[in-house]
């Protein structure tokens, strides 16, 4: 697995998909915006599930919140 940082836009959505979660932890995504988190979100801090018609819904992974929480110090 290759390492690399995180860029502004990348630690914003990781933001508001925590922000805009469910209680079961999932974030609605729409159909535009799918692709992108596919393309662009290290699989490693998201779970991706397409949903209907290209919608899909995204939760963090346990190192994704890891991500989240040490932003919180930083």
Partial sequence: MAETKLDYGQ???LKL???DSGSD???PVSAQV???FEKHIPPELVEL???TEGWGR???TA???GVIDAMAWL
Avoid: F, M, N, S
């Fill in 25 to 27: 932890g999932w974030t």
């Fill in 11 to 13: 630690k914003h959505v």
């Fill in 63 to 65: 190192r994704g919140q």
């Fill in 49 to 51: 599930e397409e949903t």
């Fill in 58 to 60: 995204v939760r963090l």
């Fill in 34 to 36: 799918y692709p992108v």
């Fill in 17 to 19: 998909i925590a922000k």
